[in-house]
C-alpha cells in the first residue's frame, strides 16, 4: 500500500505542555487527522505509565502501541533517545514507509529529522506553537501546530486582531512563492504546486494553523494579493495584477458558486482589517451560531445514538446502585462492557456525555464536593430515565439562551437530535429549564434570571467589573450598539500590548455599549460577547493596576473577576485559554512584588503558575507564606477547577520532591473546606 505513515509520539512532552497549558489533550483528533493522509502502519508514544496512567485507555483504544520508558531520575526524559532509534531502525528495515510523523516540541528531534530526510523519507512535524524550537520546525518537510490539529484554534474571523507576525510571514511567502513560479513562467500556477513549493520553502507553513480546513479557503481570505482561476475543475493561482492571455483556457474563480459551507466565503484580508476597525464581518448565521455552541460543549464529537445509549446506561447504574460508586469507577466499568460487546467508546467520550448532566446538575454528591473521586447519585428531583436524558440535553438549549440567541426550535433540534421536525422536544426542554428556575420567558424571549437582562449583575466577584461599567462616562457621538462594542473591542486588541490604559478604556467602554444593546434588546447582542468583553478588560485593568501603577492589592478583584468568568466547561475557557497560564502567573508573582521581595522573584519567563506556587508556599518568609494562602482561598471561592488543575501539574511534575505532592493535598484541602 503506498504513503504508509508511521507516527512516533513524545508523549512526556506533550502531556507536560497539555497540563501546563490547562489544555485536555486527546489523542483521537490527533489520529483522525494523520489517518485522512493515509494508513497508519506504526503508531508508537513514548512515556512513563505511571504518571500518565489516566491517558491508557484512549492511546489503546487508539491501537497504539504504549513504549514503557521509566523516569531514572527527577528531570530527565529518556523517551527521546529509545523513540529516535526506534524510528531509524524503522527507516532501515522498511522501505515501503515513506512519511515519518515525530509528535514533540523538543528541538532534540531536529538531527533525527535530517537524518530520516537523508533516507528520503518525508517527514511531518507536530507540535506546539509556543514550545516548539524553530530548530526541529526547519528540520522538518511539513510542519503543523498541534493546537490546529486539536481544534483549538482561535476564530480569526469572529473578532478580527492585528495581522499577527505568522499571518505576515506567510501572505510574504505566499508572494515569494509565487514570484519563484514567475521566473519559471509557470502562472497561473496549480495551486496544489503551489503549495508544495511554499512547503519547500518554509516547512511551517500550514493554512490549518489559521484556522483553515482547506489551502484553497486561506487563498480565499487573501484575495487582496492574488487571483484566482479555474480550469478542468482544478484551481490555479497568480498575483493579483496577472494579466491572463487571451488565449489562456482559464476562467475567474466564483468563490461563492464553488462554496462548500461557511469556511469557503471569502473574508477580508487582515490587512484591510487592521485599516478598517469599524467594519464589521458578516455576523454568521444564527445556525452557524448554534453549532459554535455545540462544539464548545464537545457535543459534536460523540453521535446522537451513542449519546443516548450512554445516559441511558447512566441513569441505569446510578438507579440501581445509587451512590456506590464514585465517577471515575462508573465510567471506567460502562468502558470495561462497551469493549465486551464489541464497541469503542473511551473514557474520554463517556467523560463528555457525563459532562452533560453534570452541568445540569443531574447528580447529588451527598454534600460533598463534585469531583470523580466522591461517590455519586441522582438528583432526587429525577425520577425516569426520561427526565435524565431531557435534564442532560437541556443544557445545549441552556448555552444559547445564555449567549443571548434567539431560540429557533426546528434548528437546534436539528443539530441536537439531527431532525428538524422535533421542535415539541426542544420545547420540552425550555419548559424543563424554566420550571427549575435556570432561564425566565418574557415579552416574547428567554433569558436568563436575574434582577435585569444581564443576570449575572449582582455577582460579587463582578461587583467591581460592573461598577466601573456602570460609571463609565460614554462621549454622546458615540452609538450604544453592539456593532461599535465590537469595533472599540477590536480596538483595545491593537492597543493591549502597547498600553494597558487605553485598552482598558477601550474595554469599558465596549462592555457598556454592549450591555446598553442587551438591555435595549438589540438583535445579535449576546451576554456570551458582553462576557468577553468584561474578561478582556479584567485582564487588562489587572495588568495596568500591578505592572504600571504597582497597585498590587487593588489589582487582586480584576484578577479574581477574571478567574471567575473564565471557568471550565465554558465557552470563555477555551477562547481565552491563552490568557489564563500568564494571568495566575501574574496573581501569585504579584504577593511578592506586593511585599517588596523583588529578589526572590521567580522568573515568568521559565516558571509555570505550579512552581510559583509551590515557591510560595514553601518560602521561608512565613509573611509571604500567609499571603499565598489568602490569594489561593479566594481563587479557590471563585474558581474551584482552575485550583484543581494545577494541584494535578504539581503531582505530573517531572520533579519528584514530596513538596509537590504535600503542596497539591494543601489546595485540596482549601478546595474541600
Not at 546 to 552: A, G, L, N, T, V
Request: glycine content about 4%; hydrophobic content about 40%.
Amino acid at each position: 500500500m503506498s504513503n504508509q505513515i508511521a507516527v512516533f509520539i513524545d508523549f512526556e512532552n506533550i502531556a507536560l505542555w497539555a497540563e501546563q497549558e490547562f489544555l485536555d489533550f486527546e489523542l483521537t483528533p490527533l489520529m483522525e487527522y494523520l489517518q485522512s493522509r493515509g494508513p497508519l502502519v506504526i503508531k508508537r508514544v513514548y512515556g512513563d505509565w505511571s504518571r500518565f496512567s489516566h491517558y491508557r485507555e484512549e492511546l489503546m483504544n487508539n491501537s497504539v502501541d504504549l513504549i514503557q520508558i521509566y523516569s531514572v531520575r527527577a528531570g530527565k526524559n529518556r523517551a527521546d533517545i529509545r523513540m529516535a532509534l526506534d524510528a531509524l531502525e524503522t527507516a532501515i528495515t522498511r522501505s515501503q514507509i515513506q512519511t515519518f510523523v515525530i509528535v514533540s516540541g523538543d528541538s532534540d528531534f531536529g538531527p533525527l529529522v535530517s537524518k530520516l530526510r537523508e533516507y528520503s523519507r518525508y517527514t511531518l512535524g507536530i507540535g506546539p506553537r509556543d514550545v516548539t524550537h524553530p530548530l526541529l520546525i526547519k528540520a522538518c518537510d511539513e510542519f503543523i501546530y498541534l493546537e490546529s490539529v486539536l481544534g483549538d484554534v482561535h476564530d480569526l474571523h469572529t473578532l478580527q486582531a492585528p495581522a499577527s507576525p505568522d499571518d505576515e510571514t506567510a501572505r510574504s511567502l505566499l508572494s515569494k512563492a509565487l514570484a519563484v513560479h514567475a521566473q519559471r513562467a509557470e502562472l497561473p500556477v496549480l495551486a496544489a504546486k503551489l503549495k508544495q513549493t511554499m512547503l519547500l520553502m518554509d516547512s511551517a507553513f500550514n493554512e490549518a494553523n489559521f484556522g483553515y480546513s482547506q489551502f484553497k479557503n486561506w487563498l480565499e481570505y487573501n484575495a487582496d494579493l492574488i487571483s484566482l482561476f479555474i480550469k478542468d475543475m482544478q484551481l490555479y493561482v497568480a498575483p493579483k495584477d496577472f494579466t491572463l492571455p487571451n488565449d489562456a483556457d482559464l476562467h475567474p474563480w466564483d468563490a461563492s458558486a464553488h462554496g462548500n459551507g461557511q469556511d469557503s466565503v471569502p473574508r477580508r484580508p487582515i490587512a484591510a482589517a487592521v485599516q478598517s476597525l469599524d467594519l464589521t464581518p458578516t455576523p454568521p448565521t444564527l445556525r452557524n451560531q448554534y453549532k459554535q455552541i455545540f462544539n464548545r460543549l464537545k457535543m459534536t464529537s460523540v453521535d446522537f445514538s451513542t449519546r443516548r445509549d450512554v445516559l441511558r446506561d447512566i441513569y441505569r447504574e446510578l438507579s440501581e446502585n445509587p451512590g456506590g460508586r464514585t465517577t471515575d469507577d462508573l465510567l471506567e466499568e460502562l468502558c470495561l462492557r462497551y469493549e465486551d460487546q464489541g464497541m469503542i467508546r473511551s473514557k474520554t467520550t463517556l467523560r463528555q456525555i457525563w459532562q452533560m448532566g453534570f452541568r445540569q446538575r443531574a447528580f447529588d454528591y451527598n454534600g460533598q464536593i463534585a469531583s470523580v473521586h466522591v461517590p455519586v447519585r441522582l438528583a432526587e428531583e429525577i425520577d425516569s430515565e426520561a427526565a435524565f436524558v431531557q435534564r442532560a440535553e437541556s443544557g445545549f438549549v441552556y448555552a444559547v439562551i445564555n449567549a443571548g440567541l434567539e431560540i429557533d426550535r426546528a434548528e437546534l433540534a436539528a443539530i441536537l437530535l439531527n431532525d428538524r421536525e422535533q421542535e415539541d422536544y426542544i420545547q420540552s426542554l425550555l419548559d424543563d429549564l424554566e420550571k427549575r428556575g435556570q432561564i425566565l420567558y418574557a415579552e416574547g424571549r428567554y433569558s436568563l434570571p436575574g434582577h435585569s437582562t444581564v443576570p449575572f449583575v449582582d455577582e460579587p466577584a463582578l461587583e467591581l467589573l460592573c461598577y466601573d461599567i456602570e460609571n463609565v462616562q460614554v462621549p454622546d457621538n458615540l452609538p450604544r450598539t453592539a456593532e461599535k462594542a465590537r469595533s472599540l473591542a477590536k480596538t483595545a486588541m491593537l492597543q493591549r500590548s502597547q498600553d494597558f490604559a487605553a485598552s482598558a478604556r477601550s474595554y469599558l467602554l465596549a462592555c457598556r455599549l454592549q450591555w446598553d444593546a442587551i438591555e435595549l434588546g438589540e438583535p445579535g447582542a449576546g451576554l456570551e460577547d458582553l462576557r468577553w468583553y468584561m474578561a478582556s478588560y479584567a485582564s487588562v485593568k489587572a495588568g495596568e493596576l500591578s505592572q504600571i501603577h504597582r497597585d498590587y492589592a487593588n489589582s487582586r478583584p480584576y484578577y479574581l473577576a477574571f478567574f471567575y468568568l473564565v471557568q471550565e466547561d465554558d465557552p470563555l475557557w477555551s477562547r481565552m485559554r491563552g490568557l489564563i497560564n500568564p494571568m495566575l502567573s501574574y496573581y501569585w508573582v504579584n504577593a511578592w512584588r506586593e511585599l517588596g521581595l523583588t529578589a526572590a522573584n521567580p522568573s515568568l519567563n521559565t516558571t509555570t503558575p505550579a512552581e510559583i506556587a509551590i515557591n510560595a508556599a514553601t518560602h521561608e518568609n512565613q509573611e509571604l507564606c500567609k499571603l499565598w494562602f489568602t490569594m489561593t482561598q479566594r481563587l479557590a471561592e471563585v474558581n474551584p477547577g482552575l485550583l484543581r488543575r494545577v494541584a494535578n501539574q504539581m503531582r505530573l511534575s517531572r520533579n519528584e520532591s514530596p513538596v509537590y505532592g504535600q503542596v497539591a493535598d494543601s489546595i485540596d484541602q482549601m478546595l474541600m473546606a
